[in-house]
């Protein structure tokens, strides 16, 4: 076996754990017999995720699926398939394969999409400092400027006068 395939397993199974009456499942993927694998789980030696549905009972394991001479890659990408499916009630922290970059482009634009929303008056109110600051440096070094310095950006108009630096709103004029 060389450095790019994985290993190859007889029998492999991806399995649900849970709790009965709680709604939270913890998705993972094993070559090891699933009451070997369950007892793993419910030790006190346990540092996944899934240690946290100890906290509501006895943890018991479902299979989902089982495999027959399956490689480590693909029984990750299979346990990554149940993990999207049981997105909404999953405890895992950590997905079973790494993201393509096409992926993560998409998530991370999403992602940042929503945090904008989310921090919108944050994000505009560091960014005034931010230029305001700016400003207050062109007075600082106002020798090599124009005795009042003025930059527009994003609709923002920022003017760096002796007396008074501020920032104010523009209209976008709009035809």
Same mark, same amino acid.
């Given at each position: 076996m060389n450095n790019t395939q994985s290993k190859i397993y007889a029998? /492999? #199974?991806?399995?649900? @754990?849970?709790?009965?009456? #709680?709604?939270?499942?913890? =998705?993972?993927?094993?070559? $090891? %017999?699933p009451n070997q694998r369950v007892n793993l789980h419910n030790s006190r030696y346990n540092q996944a995720s899934s240690k946290l549905l100890k906290e509501h009972g006895r943890i018991c394991i479902e299979v989902l699926e089982e495999f027959q001479d399956i490689s480590k890659d693909d029984l990750k990408k299979e346990e990554q398939k149940y993990m999207n499916q049981f997105q909404a009630? &999953? =405890? *895992?922290?950590?997905?079973?394969?790494k993201p393509s970059k096409e992926e993560?482009?998409?998530?991370? %634009? =999403?992602?940042m999409?929503?945090?904008?929303? %989310? *921090?919108?008056?944050?994000? !505009?109110?560091?960014? %005034? !400092?931010? &230029? @305001?600051?700016?400003? *207050?440096?062109? @007075?600082y070094?106002? /020798?090599?400027?124009?005795?009042?310095? $003025? !930059? $527009?950006k994003n609709n923002i108009v920022f003017v760096a006068d002796a007396e008074n630096p501020r920032y104010e709103y523009m209209n976008p004029i709009k035809n």
């Open positions: 029998v /492999a #199974h991806v399995y649900k @754990l849970y709790v009965p009456d #709680h709604e939270e499942v913890y =998705i993972g993927s094993s070559s $090891i %017999k009630t &999953l =405890i *895992n922290k950590r997905r079973a394969v993560m482009k998409e998530y991370m %634009k =999403i992602y999409r929503q945090d904008y929303k %989310k *921090n919108k008056t944050r994000y !505009q109110e560091k960014y %005034k !400092q931010k &230029l @305001l600051k700016r400003c *207050n440096d062109a @007075l070094n106002r /020798a090599k400027m124009p005795s009042e310095y $003025i !930059q $527009i």
